[in-house]
Nanobody
Framework: VQLQASGGGLVQPGGSLKLSCTAT????????VGWFRQAPGNERQWLSG????????YYHDSVLGRFTISRDNAKNTVYLQMPGLKPEDTAVYYCAAADKVGVNQAQYRYWGQGTQVTVSS
């Protein structure tokens, strides 16, 4: 499975971005997908996960109620909607696929290349 993360960019505080994670080479719907981010000098952090069917979603406390994960299996794509962005959201955002949703990076077998999100005025 090859994952391609996209949708990052430069946005002002309070702005919004919608990240996409598109899979090729396999049906993404057979995998749970997680979004992670890594800010400069920090470890990569799990943010959110969604089951293969999309029925269940999970969020880190830092983004709960703010970010929304979703998926369109017909398009082989998982999304992360990010409204109300803050400077502390600045990071490289990664998507990854696993057999089950979890917060442990080691369980994710396939990773996208990352997309940069910069929140700055």
């Amino acid at each position: 499975v090859q994952l391609q993360a996209s949708g990052g960019g430069l946005v002002q505080p309070g702005g919004s971005l919608k990240l996409s994670c598109t899979a090729t080479g396999h049906i993404l719907g057979t995998y749970a997908v997680g979004w992670f981010r890594q800010a400069p000098g920090n470890e990569r952090q799990w943010l959110s996960g969604i089951t293969g069917s999309g029925e269940r979603t999970y969020y880190h406390d830092s983004v709960l109620g703010r970010f929304t994960i979703s998926r369109d299996n017909a398009k082989n794509t998982v999304y992360l909607q990010m409204p109300g962005l803050k400077p502390e959201d600045t990071a490289v955002y990664y998507c990854a696929a696993a057999d089950k949703v979890g917060v442990n990076q080691a369980q994710y077998r396939y990773w996208g290349q990352g997309t940069q999100v910069t929140v700055s005025s």
